[in-house]
């Protein structure tokens, strides 16, 4: 039997540890630390998005130019940021660097100077990013809708998803050392997963990462819930700019749901590219919109489809019809076409995907969060090439999103969806 091809250990402190063996050169890891925006604490909202600024400005005994040039002389990719659930740091670079790379980045989030001085710096620098925010309509959009769709509710264990990653002007405004230092408190191994890519030994990386995180704290693991608000209709009125935004959320399947693979090939040929149903219809056919799209989100570990579209004021309330009805065909299930097309991409991006080190270790990470196991990219392509369009349709005939789908628009008037425009 030939050895597996990744191996995932729960350190002592909490800490998972996912290591797949690459041949190359190059290696690449992914750190997940399960919080995000949502768990700020209430009234201090931006506190994770300041945090994590704030631990690289020294770390391990080194200042923040020593800290930075330490990064540099190894000639790393680095990347990450706060998101709503998870705070990520993904590195990539020489296999010969990969345990100094490990080190810099234990230093980070295990042994951070936190000087004071740097925090009034860096919370101008978040009230920069809210102002570039008020310029974004798509982007405020984005912040609104998710707090109506998704409120907070008394006893959340913090924020929740209603408010920018970069905060509040109150909550900013209520920051300081002494509150950021109590919240870096909350950051550490429980529910923290590290994805490795690399051509070594397993137990030598597993040794080398239990090693250098020794000394984490066990941190907070609290996941933050998703109350979704069905059938909500809400316009917010705006007198800047010429176009009216539109965004719709309905319920899918969770990612551990048997139906999440034949979600996934519905939602492509929704909205998968130049043939799928949305841009036909909504570009190609009627052209009332000069962006369409759909996509899966997970929020407190529940699927939801999310759609856009950017209109005109005059063609609002006809492309709203639009989506919505073509989320009420989607019970009628997919034509063989849309299936060999929609599987055929998805395959595709799993191929892909696969051959990125750090789309590898990035999946490594996130199959554990969403589905608590990692899948092989051969897994997925199998279980894709077994799945059938009688399965999929199957799936559809019992999934009804358009009854609950909430719509929140932005833009100069109010926009009411005309009849139902099928053919």
Known sequence: MSAPAFHVWTLPGGLTLAFERRAGPGFAFDLRVPLGSAHDPLGEEGSLAVLEEWLYKGAGGRDARQLQDAFDDLGV?????????????????????????????????????????????????????LEALDDSPTDRLAVQARAATFPRLPGDPGAGFGHPVSGTRAGLERLSAASLRAHWARFGQRGSVLGVVADADAQEVCDLVADLFADWQPGEDRPMPAHFQPGLRLHLPSAVGEQTHLSLVAPGPGPRDPGWLPWQVALTALSGGSASRLFTRVREERGLAYEVSASPLVLGGEGFVSLYAGSTPPSAAETLAVLLDELGRLPQGLTEAEFRRARTGLTTGVVFGAESLRGRAHALTRDLALFGRVRTPGEVRAELGALTLEQVNGFLANYHPAPQTTVVSLGPGAVTPTLAVSA
Do not use: N
């Not at 706060?82 to 660097?97: F, I, K, N």
């Not at 080190?103 to 009230?127: G, H, I, W, Y």
């Open 77 to 129: 990719r680095r990347g990450g940021g706060v998101g709503l659930e998870a705070t990520r740091v993904h590195v990539s670079g020489l296999r010969a660097d990969l345990s100094a790379a490990l080190s810099l980045v234990a230093d980070v989030v295990t042994r951070p100077e936190l000087p004071a001085a740097e925090v009034p710096v860096l919370l101008d620098l978040a009230r920069q990013d």
